[in-house]
């Protein structure tokens, strides 16, 4: 292996890893992660492995299985692994295969990380992986913004190997007489990142032997500059973004090229698609009134500025009544894919779990549940006045379309609760007082 790139992995891992503490290995088998697991423990450092056996492959895989638990046992450290039902898994969850089976082992890794109190997990990749998903991400997104890079480190995923080429791994294994399993599937076209992987890179291989590391520091540029341009679009944005109204002016002064990728930028953010975003760039020449309709929006075109209406708000779920000196407490019902349980209790002490709407109620007087609309306020508790739930919701950072979607509890026209925020100062319990006591369920908390 190069001198110098051993010698930033070294530097890198004894940044990273404290105490030598251990480090659980992902070893598929494979000359990579096979690589990693004997030059991790050639440099002492202190670790376990984990195999996932997805089943995939037939005997191959239970062979994978065998050959992983008896390299470990060699190596006489701890070894974890689990087979998985990865095709029933992801037809039951509507999943492709490769991400069931990315979900299923990040998954089992967490699961053996915190079990065993084990801080960091090493994965394999290396710098031809980063250069592969360089050109991948670009040439399917056609766009710099949406490259990402595989990071050194992401929470407890550690990668030393990004340091290191291909070919350097490969001798490695040679010089140190290393055994490994070939999974097939890799040499298989099938899949977009093996034909950058067979047919596209080793031509430029030939041209520039020096590419990989030429990339890597390529993709290093530009993600800097992302960076900084994120900030530049980010405090932009605060100037420009006011009560669902995209304010043109100043974006008008900039360049064509710097509205485009503000819009791009913007448009990701706000999960709109490329050609939605298109569409909101070639409305800014059309005449007031103009609208176009995205997934999630209704946008009209104004004297300087976009008009994002929800679409939620066009079409929002009908509220639902609930008549509290009529119904039977603990009273269940659903709406708008939610599950609500309502009782009468008296109060002790706020509640603090988040899955609970605890609010003082007059129980002879109906109340409703219906979606925030625009022009909704609420006196929170604690404030003088009313706050707009707009700006309450904005103020939260809830993103687009999420927070269109929130839902209010209402009394004789007064806003008692906000899904997602507080109740208000005008429900307020103390000791000894009657009050409504909701839980709601669904994949979403209430509050």
């Known amino acids: 292996m190069n001198k110098n790139s051993e010698t930033l992995a070294l530097q890198f891992l004894n940044q990273q890893i404290q105490n030598n503490s251990k480090i659980l290995v992902a070893v598929s088998g494979g000359i ?3 690589c990693l697991t004997h030059w991790l423990l050639a440099h002492n450092f202190n670790i376990a492995i984990v195999h996932c056996n997805f089943q995939l492959r037939e005997q191959d895989s239970d062979n994978d299985e065998i050959f992983v638990k008896e390299f470990a046992n060699q190596l006489n450290i701890d070894f ?4 998985f039902e990865t095709k029933k898994f992801c037809e039951e ?6 991400v069931g089976a990315r979900k299923l082992r990040y998954e089992f890794f967490n699961q053996i990380l915190d079990n065993q109190g084990i801080n960091y997990l090493a994965l394999a990749h290396h710098a031809n992986d980063q250069t592969e998903n360089f050109i991948l991400t670009w040439v399917k997104n056609r766009n710099f913004q949406m490259i990402e890079s595989i990071p050194l480190v992401n929470q407890k995923i550690i990668r030393p190997f990004l340091f290191f080429t291909k070919n350097e791994i490969e001798q490695y294994a040679a010089e140190n007489q290393l055994v490994w399993r070939d999974d097939q599937s890799n040499f298989s076209d099938k899949y977009y990142r093996n034909k950058i992987r067979h047919q596209i890179i080793p031509p430029l291989l030939e041209i520039n032997p020096s590419l990989i590391s030429f ?12 960076e900084i341009l994120n900030e530049i679009f980010e405090t932009l944005e605060s100037e420009i973004w006011k009560d669902n109204y995209l304010i043109l002016n100043e974006l008008d002064r900039k360049s064509e090229a710097f509205q485009k990728q503000f819009y791009i930028w913007w448009g990701k953010k706000n999960h709109l698609t490329r050609f939605e975003i298109d569409s909101i760039m070639d409305l800014r020449e059309s005449e007031n009134g103009k609208k176009i309709i995205t997934e999630n929006f209704i946008v009209y075109k104004q004297e300087n500025a976009f008009y994002f209406s929800p679409k939620i708000q066009e079409n929002k779920v009908q509220s639902i009544e609930i008549q509290l000196d009529i119904i039977q407490f603990p009273y269940k019902f659903l709406w708008n894919k939610k599950e609500f349980i309502l009782n009468k209790i008296i109060f002790e002490e706020p509640i ?3 899955n609970f709407i605890q609010i003082k109620v007059d129980f002879n007087k109906p109340i409703q ?9 609420m006196q929170g508790i604690g404030m003088k006045g009313y706050q707009k739930i707009s700006d309450i919701l904005k103020n939260l950072k809830f993103k687009m379309p999420e927070k ?16 997602g925020y507080r109740i208000s100062e005008k429900c307020k319990a103390k000791k000894g007082d009657w009050v409504l006591l909701g839980i709601c369920s669904s994949g979403a908390k209430c509050c």
């Open 80 to 83: 974890y692994s689990k087979k």
């Open 369 to 377: 549940i219906r979606i925030w609309e625009l022009g909704d306020k």
């Open 215 to 226: 990339l890597s520091e390529k993709q290093k540029d530009y993600l800097e500059q992302i």
């Open 93 to 98: 969850n509507k999943f492709s295969i490769q």
């Open 352 to 354: 603090q779990d988040s």
């Open 404 to 419: 269109y979607n929130k839902f209010v509890v209402e009394q004789e026209n007064e806003i008692l609760f906000l899904e």
């Open 32 to 34: 990579d992660s096979i």
